[in-house]
């Protein structure tokens, strides 16, 4: 197979941007629905409540009980803007979340901290959020199997995630495919001393707040969607729906990047309700929908969702879209 990768969009020359945004059926404003009325994806900024609103009210559906939400807090490490400002909005996003999801719901956010400029803008989200009618629930660490080269630091293999509710939802706990192999730690139950395997209800381990099994997403696997340059793994996504959510319910992501949740909601019977800035990437988030429906896959590994309508044939993308640009 012949790679045909997308260059990273978000920085992607001007020209190849303008090739792609022709091909996007939303403009900013707009709302796409699901022909088979399970989900909404819109194009728009997720400070903008009036559109959030429309995005989770539209056709009368109850309130979604969870939110998974990927911020660009890029903005801050790469200094596009700075940590007050980031802050301040998020600060309407999360205001925005509170006032649509369901009074029992569960709000989990990727968060990350640049080790080198003092762990910005984590720690000040964490901040703002305490000021919120959120209750913090986890930290959770997920470990990336590729890091960041470096020879005078710890090498960076991990991404955060920070996991709030509100009211008091449900939680249903879930297992990794990690066999159980700890022997010896005994309990008391009911009168009787069991060790520790005798009273599992797996042959693998339960999932804790460092997830050290899941495959970060690179060009070789199948889900992998070339030119998001955020994209999180689709067993992570799963596995936050499935603890946090039941089939039929309502499931909120701000920003869709590469369409992981709306995938993941597809998969496993929810509705999502997703939306994004960028039209290209709200146009990838609908046609990865497509493409799993149409043929199964999961993403288009070394290939692109524009490759129809661009015709690339190898990995020189970015010379054959400015050509024809």
Same mark, same amino acid.
Request: glycine letters at 8%.
């Given at each position: 197979?012949?790679?045909?990768?997308?260059?990273?969009?978000?920085?992607?020359?001007?020209?190849?941007?303008?090739?792609?945004?022709?091909?996007?059926?939303?403009?900013?404003?707009?709302?796409?629905?699901?022909?088979?009325?399970?989900? @909404?994806? !819109?194009?728009?900024?997720?400070?903008?409540?009036?559109?959030?609103?429309?995005?989770?009210?539209?056709?009368?559906?109850?309130?979604?009980?969870?939110?998974?939400?990927?911020?660009?807090?890029?903005?801050?490490?790469?200094?596009?803007?700075? /940590?007050? &400002?980031?802050?301040?909005?998020?600060?309407?996003?999360?205001?925005?979340?509170?006032?649509?999801? &369901?009074?029992?719901?569960?709000?989990?956010?990727?968060?990350? &901290?640049?080790? $080198?400029?003092?762990?910005?803008?984590? #720690?000040?989200?964490?901040?703002?959020?305490?000021?919120? !009618?959120?209750?913090?629930?986890?930290?959770?660490?997920?470990?990336?199997?590729?890091?960041?080269?470096?020879?005078?630091?710890?090498?960076?293999?991990?991404?955060?995630?920070?996991?709030?509710?509100?009211?008091?939802?449900?939680?249903?706990?879930?297992?990794?495919?990690?066999?159980?192999?700890?022997? #010896?730690?005994?309990? $008391?139950?009911? !009168?009787?001393?069991?060790?520790?395997?005798?009273?599992?209800?797996?042959?693998?381990?339960?999932?804790? $707040? /460092?997830? /050290?099994?899941?495959?970060?997403?690179?060009?070789?696997?199948?889900?992998?969607?070339?030119?998001?340059?955020?994209?999180?793994?689709?067993? &992570?996504?799963?596995?936050?729906?499935?603890?946090?959510?039941?089939?039929?319910?309502?499931?909120?992501?701000?920003?869709?990047?590469?369409?992981?949740?709306? @995938?993941?909601?597809?998969?496993? #019977?929810?509705?999502?309700?997703?939306?994004?800035?960028?039209?290209?990437?709200?146009?990838?988030?609908?046609?990865? @929908?497509?493409?799993?429906?149409?043929?199964?896959?999961?993403?288009?590994?070394?290939?692109?969702?524009?490759?129809?309508?661009?015709?690339?044939?190898?990995?020189?993308?970015?010379?054959?879209?400015?050509?024809?640009?």
């Amino acid at each position: 197979m012949k790679r045909s990768p997308l260059p990273r969009l978000d920085t992607a020359d001007q020209s190849i941007r303008a090739r792609l945004l022709s091909c996007c059926r939303l403009k900013p404003g707009e709302i796409w629905p699901d022909p088979e009325g399970k989900h @909404l994806v !819109g194009c728009g900024d997720a400070a903008d409540s009036g559109f959030t609103s429309q995005l989770c009210t539209i056709d009368g559906f109850k309130p979604p009980i969870l939110a998974v939400h990927d911020p660009p807090y890029n903005l801050v490490m790469e200094k596009k803007s700075s /940590v007050g &400002a980031f802050v301040d909005w998020c600060r309407t996003w999360i205001g925005s979340s509170f006032e649509l999801m &369901a009074a029992d719901a569960s709000l989990y956010i990727w968060m990350g &901290a640049d080790q $080198n400029d003092h762990f910005q803008p984590l #720690g000040q989200f964490m901040g703002m959020m305490a000021e919120t !009618g959120f209750d913090s629930r986890s930290f959770v660490t997920m470990r990336n199997q590729r890091g960041y080269g470096t020879q005078k630091n710890w090498m960076a293999v991990r991404q955060e995630l920070l996991s709030y509710t509100k009211g008091n939802p449900s939680f249903k706990v879930q297992y990794t495919d990690i066999p159980r192999l700890l022997a #010896g730690y005994y309990k $008391n139950v009911a !009168g009787e001393r069991k060790e520790n395997g005798e009273r599992s209800k797996s042959e693998t381990i339960r999932p804790g $707040n /460092v997830w /050290v099994d899941i495959q970060q997403v690179f060009y070789r696997m199948e889900e992998n969607v070339s030119g998001c340059y955020a994209q999180k793994p689709l067993k &992570a996504i799963e596995r936050i729906i499935e603890s946090s959510s039941g089939s039929g319910d309502g499931v909120i992501d701000f920003f869709s990047h590469s369409g992981t949740t709306l @995938l993941a909601c597809e998969r496993l #019977g929810r509705r999502c309700l997703t939306m994004d800035l960028d039209p290209i990437f709200a146009e990838i988030t609908i046609r990865r @929908l497509e493409n799993y429906r149409k043929n199964r896959k999961l993403g288009w590994q070394a290939s692109n969702p524009f490759q129809e309508e661009l015709g690339v044939v190898d990995s020189a993308v970015v010379t054959v879209v400015a050509a024809d640009a």
